[in-house]
T-cell receptor, first 113, second 112 residues
Framework: DAGVIQSPRHEVTEMGQEVTLRCKPISGHNSLFWYRQTMMRGLELLIYFNNNVPIDDSGMPEDRFSAKMPNASFSTLKIQPSEPRDSAVYFC???????????FGPGTRLTVL | QKEVEQNSGPLSVPEGAIASLNCTYSDRGSQSFFWYRQYSGKSPELIMFIYSNGDKEDGRFTAQLNKASQYVSLLIRDSQPSDSATYLCAVNSLDSNYQLIWGAGTKLIIKP
């Protein structure tokens, strides 16, 4: 079975550019989570969706961040404009429902110069 | 603010010994408890979960839950160098809308 798929795996961009991260959850999973991980702050939940609907986006740092889930098999996290402090590893995870075991994708390592 | 706390380590354990990792949580309504392992540069992967008080064993791993004292622990028997990683504790509860609340992780080093 395919796990959670994320793309790109690495992204290097310059400050001010738009960045789009993509995620395909495990088929049949109803909940999808976007996390950011840094050495300083650890694993932070940015937003999570249940049945394609955003349930809690209180972790989204600011208006520069937005996330969408147009269907059950695809989600995007967009940063516009990007800033150096956005440099981190961004993980997507999915589960059969909120609170159940979450399965993580390989992550996208973002570097903003 | 619901919290999950772990000692950041590093915890150094000789090969073959038992590694003991601990996690405390603040929400008495917590219902499910998860241990994830994360190798450097990789994503977190589930080791095991526990719902009920007591012990749950899976191979060399044992999770222990004590809801009265609000802690959960992970024991790794016969520690191997390949167990060297960061171990993340996660907890969910009704109050957090069943989201997982994550600890900061404990870095474990198994010395050959």
């Amino acid at each position: 079975d395919a796990g959670v798929i994320q793309s790109p795996r690495h992204e290097v961009t310059e400050m001010g550019q738009e960045v789009t991260l993509r995620c395909k959850p495990i088929s049949g999973h109803n909940s999808l989570f976007w996390y950011r991980q840094t050495m300083m702050r650890g694993l932070e939940l940015l937003i999570y969706f249940n049945n394609n609907v955003p349930i809690d986006d209180s972790g989204m740092p600011e208006d520069r961040f937005s996330a969408k889930m147009p269907n059950a098999s695809f989600s995007t996290l967009k940063i516009q404009p990007s800033e150096p402090r956005d440099s981190a590893v961004y993980f997507c995870a999915s589960s059969t429902s909120s609170g159940n075991t979450q399965y993580f994708g390989p992550g996208t390592r973002l570097t903003v110069l | 603010q619901k919290e999950v706390e772990q000692n950041s380590g590093p915890l150094s354990v000789p090969e073959g010994a038992i590694a003991s990792l601990n996690c405390t949580y603040s929400d008495r309504g917590s219902q499910s408890f998860f241990w994830y392992r994360q190798y450097s540069g990789k994503s977190p992967e589930l080791i095991m979960f526990i719902y009920s008080n007591g012990d749950k064993e899976d191979g060399r791993f044992t999770a222990q839950l004590n809801k009265a004292s609000q802690y959960v622990s992970l024991l790794i028997r016969d520690s191997q160098p390949s167990d060297s990683a960061t171990y993340l504790c996660a907890v969910n509860s009704l109050d957090s809308n069943y989201q997982l609340i994550w600890g900061a992780g404990t870095k474990l080093i198994i010395k050959p």
